[in-house]
C-alpha cells in the first residue's frame, strides 16, 4: 500500500478510525511538540476517555513492542510466514495485530522489515490501516533501533551519519543534535515514531563487548551533552527519541544479549558516572528511558536485573529522578533478563517494576496471557496496567499518530537520503575521524610521492545497508582523489596465507593502508601489520572499530581512529589520508597501554591535525 498525495487518508478518517473519543483530543494536539513544554500535553481526559472504553485484552497489547517478519504487512515471503507462524503463531502483520492488539511494532533488517524506503513506508502504512480497522483501532507506535554507526536498521538509500564514539570525538552538541533532527525526518517519513536512540552509557570499560563505539565517549559530562542534544534533535523531528541503557551499561565485559552482566559501581559512582547522561535526557524532555538487563547490587541488593527492579525503576527513575515519561524495556528475549525468572515471569515483574512498553518477548503468546493472567489473579490492577497504556497513549497523541498516522511517497522522495543530507553526514564525518600517531609526517599521503596505494585489512560484514566491505569503500575513495588503488581482504582472523599474500602484495605499491578492527595481542590481524611494518614500505593503519587497536601496534607510524567502518566514517578517513581534509576528532575515551593497563597511552581529548596541502 503506497498512498499518493490525493489517496492519502483525511484527518478526518484517521480520527473516525480512532473512534469519536479521540475527536478532542486530536483537535488539541500537534505532531511536532516540545515534551518539557506543560502546554503541549495532550487533553488528559480525552485520553482517561480513551482507555476507560478499552477492553482489558486491548490494554494489554497495547503495552506489547513485537517483531514480525515480512515486508509487507498482508502479504509477506512465504519464508517469511513460516518463521512468523514457528515463532508468533501468525502468519502476517496483520493476523498479529488482529489477534494480540499489540500497541508498537519494531522494524529489523533481519526480520525483512527494512528493504527500501518506499518498502518500509508502505509496510508502515499497512500496519496503520491493519490496526485502524480493528474495533476502537488504534495507530502503531513503529519503532527501530537507528544509533547509526554500528547499528543501523534502515540503510541506504537513507542517509547514514556517524556512529556515537564518532560523534564524540567530534565533540559537537550542534552535529550530534542535526543527526537527531535530519535523522529524525527522514524516520518519520518512513512511518518510524519511535527511535531506541541515543545511547546514553558512559563507555568507561574498553572490554565493554555490547556497547563500545555505541557509546558517545568516557566522560560522562560530554556524554550527557551530546545525548540531550540529539535527543532535542530527534525530538525535533515528530520521533521520540529513547536514551538506553538505564541505569547504565557502560562499563560490563559481559554481553547482556547471551549473560546477565554485573555492575559493581557503588551508589555514589553510579550518581557522578552513569547517571549523569539520563538526568541530562530528562531534562531535554526525552520521551522515553530503556531498562538494562544488568544487575546493580548498590541500587538493588534483590539481584534482580534493572529491567525487573522496582527499586531502580520506580524509586529510583520515577521518583529521585522524577521522570514521569515512557519506559520501555530491552528486547525481553535476551539473556540477561531470562536468567533469573521463566518467560511468563518476566512481563508481569517489569510491569510490576515499573516499565510500560514491553518490548519483544521470545513468546508473544506466553507473555501476552501472562499479564492477562497476573490481572485476572490480582497480581497486577488494572488500574497499574491503565497507567501504562495513558503513557503510550500519551506519546501517540504526541507524535501525532492519533491525528495522522500514515505517510506518502512523496514525503519520502522529499526527505529520505537527500542530497543535502548526505552531504551533512560528510561534514559530520570529517570533524570526527582522529589521528593517533602520525610519526615523520607521513599523512598526509602524496599522490606524487605515494602514487600506488594497497588497501588491506578487516572486513567484517558491513553494518546495515552500507555498500562495504570496509577494503573496498576505502580504495575507491582513495581512487577518487587519484591515486592507484588495489584492495585485499585480509579479514579479521587473518590466515597465514593471507598474510603472506598481502606482504608480497605490499612488495609492488608506495604506501599500505590497513583497516584493523579489535585487535588483541595474540591475534593474526597483529601479526599481519607486523609483518607489513616490516616491509619497509610506508603504512597507515585504521582502527575501524575501537580505538584501543592502537595500543597492540606500536610500531605503526600513522594511525588513525574512525570508531565504525560504515562508508560515511571510511569517505572520511580516506580524504584525510589523502589530504583532502584535515583530522579534527579528539578521543573521547582513553586507550590504555597494553602491556600495562593501569598507564594511560593517550588520554581522553587526545588528537593529532596537520594542515591539508
Do not use: C
Not at 553510579?270 to 528511558?289: E, Y
Request: aromatic fraction near 4%; proline fraction near 6%; avoid cysteine.
Amino acid at each position: 500500500m503506497r498512498p499518493s498525495r490525493s489517496s492519502r487518508p483525511t484527518r478526518r478518517t484517521v480520527l473516525a478510525a480512532t473512534a469519536g473519543t479521540t475527536a478532542a483530543l486530536a483537535l488539541s494536539t500537534t505532531p511536532v511538540r516540545a515534551a518539557e513544554d506543560a502546554a503541549d500535553r495532550p487533553d488528559e481526559s480525552s485520553l482517561r476517555a480513551l482507555v476507560s472504553r478499552m477492553t482489558l485484552e486491548e490494554k494489554v497489547g497495547q503495552l506489547f513492542v513485537m517483531r514480525v517478519y515480512g515486508h509487507s504487512a498482508t502479504a509477506p515471503d512465504q519464508a517469511d510466514i513460516d518463521t512468523n507462524l514457528e515463532e508468533l503463531g501468525v502468519r502476517t502483520a496483520a493476523e498479529l495485530i488482529a489477534k494480540y492488539r499489540v500497541g508498537g511494532i519494531i522494524y529489523f533488517t533481519w526480520a525483512h522489515n527494512t528493504r527500501d524506503p518506499h518498502q518500509i513506508a508502505a509496510l508502515s502504512n499497512g500496519i496503520q490501516k491493519v490496526s485502524l480497522d480493528q474495533p476502537r483501532g488504534l495507530p502503531v507506535l513503529i519503532s527501530t533501533d537507528q544509533e547509526y554507526g554500528a547499528v543501523a536498521r534502515v540503510g541506504k538509500p537513507a542517509t547514514l551519519f556517524p556512529g556515537a564514539m564518532a560523534l564524540g570525538a567530534g565533540g559537537s552538541r550542534e552535529d550530534a543534535r542535526a543527526v537527531g533532527r535530519i535523522g529524525g525526518a527522514e524516520l518519520r517519513a518512513l512511518g518510524i515514531r519511535q527511535d531506541y536512540s541515543p545511547v546514553a552509557d558512559v563507555n568507561v570499560n574498553p572490554a565493554n563487548p555490547v556497547i563500545g563505539v555505541r557509546s558517545f565517549g568516557a566522560d560522562p559530562d560530554a556524554v550527557a551533552g551530546l545525548v540531550a542534544a540529539e535527543v532535542k534533535g530527534y525530538q525535533s523531528a515528530g520521533v521520540a527519541a529513547t536514551s538506553k541503557h538505564f541505569p547504565g551499561h557502560g562499563d560490563t565485559a559481559v554481553d547482556s544479549h547471551y549473560g546477565f552482566p554485573v555492575i559493581t559501581h557503588s551508589r555514589e559512582l553510579w550518581s557522578t558516572l552513569d547517571a549523569v547522561p539520563f538526568r541530562a535526557a530528562i531534562r531535554a524532555g526525552v520521551d522515553s528511558i530503556m531498562t538494562a538487563h544488568i544487575m546493580v547490587p548498590a541500587l538493588d541488593p534483590s539481584g534482580d536485573p534493572a529491567t525487573l527492579s522496582h527499586p531502580i525503576l520506580t524509586g529510583i527513575l520515577r521518583e529521585e529522578l522524577g521522570y514521569d515519561g515512557l519506559v520501555v524495556t530491552d528486547s525481553l528475549g535476551m539473556e540477561g533478563v531470562r536468567t533469573k525468572y521463566g518467560d511468563d515471569r518476566v512481563p508481569v515483574l517489569a510491569l510490576r517494576a515499573g516499565v510500560d512498553q514491553l518490548l519483544n518477548p521470545p513468546s508473544i503468546e506466553v507473555a501476552w496471557n501472562a499479564v492477562l493472567s497476573a490481572v485476572h489473579g490480582g497480581e497486577l490492577t488494572e488500574a497499574r496496567l491503565d497507567e501504562s497504556v495513558l503513557r503510550v497513549l500519551r506519546l501517540k497523541a504526541k507524535l501525532g499518530l492519533l491525528e495522522n498516522p500514515y505517510v506518502t511517497d512523496a514525503g519520502v522522495d522529499h526527505t529520505v537520503g537527500t542530497a543535502t543530507h548526505r552531504r551533512t553526514a560528510d561534514r559530520i564525518a570529517e570533524r570526527t575521524t582522529t589521528l593517533l600517531v602520525n610519526e615523520e609526517r607521513l599523512l598526509p599521503l602524496s599522490r606524487r610521492r605515494t602514487p600506488r596505494v594497497l588497501v588491506v585489512g578487516a572486513d567484517p560484514a558491513s553494518p546495515s545497508g552500507t555498500d562495504g566491505p570496509p577494503t573496498t569503500v576505502l580504495a575507491t575513495a582513495l581512487t577518487e582523489l587519484g591515486f592507484t588503488t588495489t584492495a585485499l581482504s585480509t579479514g579479521t582472523a587473518p590466515s597465514a596465507e593471507g598474510i603472506d599474500q598481502a606482504v608480497a602484495a605490499a612488495a609492488g605499491v608506495d604506501a599500505v593502508v590497513v583497516g584493523t578492527y579489535n585487535v588483541t595481542a595474540t591475534g593474526s590481524q597483529k601479526t599481519l601489520v607486523e609483518r607489513l611494518v616490516a616491509t619497509g614500505v610506508p603504512l597507515v593503519a585504521i582502527a575501524i572499530r575501537n580505538p584501543y587497536d592502537v595500543a597492540q601496534l606500536p610500531d605503526v607510524r600513522a594511525y588513525l581512529a574512525t570508531y565504525s567502518w560504515t562508508d560515511v566514517e571510511l569517505r572520511a578517513a580516506a580524504r584525510v589520508i589523502g589530504g583532502a581534509a584535515r583530522p579534527r576528532g579528539k578521543l573521547p575515551v582513553a586507550v590504555d597501554r597494553a602491556d600495562d593497563p593501569a598507564k594511560v597511552l593517550y588520554p581522553i581529548g587526545y588528537g593529532l591535525t596537520y594542515q591539508v596541502r
